[in-house]
């Protein structure tokens, strides 16, 4: 009886734990938070219009949910699609809210898989490095197109070699996942390769043999499910098309007319803001839009007012995800 009171106390002070950091790490960054002037940019809209806006970002939300589902019914079609939904959302919550660019909760994919479905450390491993990969090459897809567009509408001097030069390092940094998969699908290895060169510098060497076997099970997949992997980067580029129609309506909504070029060039600002070490790119999304706003000859406000709508998004899809991301990191 003793045994099993230490337990169940030990239960509820690690769940208390996990809810206390958890909430420190959403009043940390949220603190800086302009709530009131979400608020504002809120009321100024149509009930229509905001119904629309949730309407794709729940689209978007699926989309990239589906990426992940597409890897994974391969070998375990039994997993709900609408858990893993709940799950993506748990991850892009832990996300957000870490500072970096948008990483942070792969390791709660993990947790989930392992310990709601049985799928063992390395499969789970496994699906996430090619979730992750796929996700970087859509980035990369979108990001090309709008480093193009914001060349064409003048945001980057094309006459200015030094400015698009010194764009070169990230394009050849961003062409990695691409590289990577290619290299798996070659029965190349890179990450084994650099692990195993770890492993001779320390005596901790089972996770990293599992770190080893889970990318080689990436590259069987690579190889012997291609229809799969080529469905899954294909809801990867819809979920990118969702938000890029998103950033074009919320304009729109703001009375900024931007042509399609403007608008993929801006929506690329925003990303590039995101990769900001700092949680949910706060101050660098703001001060992104309102640059793009400017140079497309708009107000200050209305870049304003579009990033305060991202930040409101973003924000109700990240609260909500850390609040589910609880029962993943709960020691059961």
Do not use: C
Request: aromatic share 10%; no cysteine.
């Amino acid at each position: 009886m003793k045994v099993i009171l230490r337990e169940r106390t030990l239960r509820t002070l690690r769940t208390f734990a996990v809810y206390a950091i958890l909430a420190s790490l959403l009043w940390w960054a949220l603190q800086n938070v302009p709530f009131i002037e979400i608020w504002d940019t809120l009321r100024g809209l149509k009930f229509w219009q905001i119904g629309v806006l949730l309407l794709i970002n729940v689209l978007v939300l699926v989309s990239m949910t589906a990426r992940w589902w597409a890897i994974l019914r391969v070998e375990n079609p039994e997993i709900p699609f609408l858990q893993l939904v709940r799950y993506r959302l748990a991850v892009f919550g832990l996300s957000y809210f870490t500072p970096g660019p948008q990483v942070g909760g792969e390791p709660l994919q993990v947790i989930y898989l392992q310990r709601d479905h049985g799928v063992t450390f390395t499969r789970a491993t496994a699906a996430v490095i090619m979730d992750k990969l796929l996700e970087f090459l859509a980035n990369f897809i979108l990001l090309g197109i709008g480093l193009t567009a914001a060349i064409r509408v003048g945001l980057v001097n094309r006459e200015g070699t030094q400015a698009v030069g010194s764009l070169i390092p990230l394009a050849v940094i961003l062409l990695w996942p691409l590289i990577h998969l290619v290299l798996l699908y070659r029965g190349r290895y890179p990450i084994s390769g650099i692990v195993r060169t770890a492993m001779s510098l320390t005596k901790k060497q089972k996770w990293m043999q599992l770190i080893i076997v889970s990318e080689h099970m990436a590259g069987r997949f690579t190889r012997r499910h291609p229809m799969a992997l080529l469905a899954a980067l294909g809801f990867s580029l819809l979920s990118w098309a969702g938000m890029a129609a998103e950033y074009f309506m919320i304009a729109g909504f703001f009375q900024a007319r931007l042509t399609l070029e403007q608008a993929l060039a801006a929506l690329t600002a925003a990303l590039f803001a995101f990769l900001m070490p700092l949680p949910g790119g706060l101050g660098a999304l703001e001060a992104s839009q309102v640059y793009v706003m400017t140079a497309f000859g708009h107000p200050a406000a209305i870049g304003i007012g579009i990033s305060l709508l991202m930040r409101a998004r973003d924000i109700l899809n990240g609260g909500l995800g850390l609040l589910l991301a609880g029962r993943g990191l709960r020691v059961q």
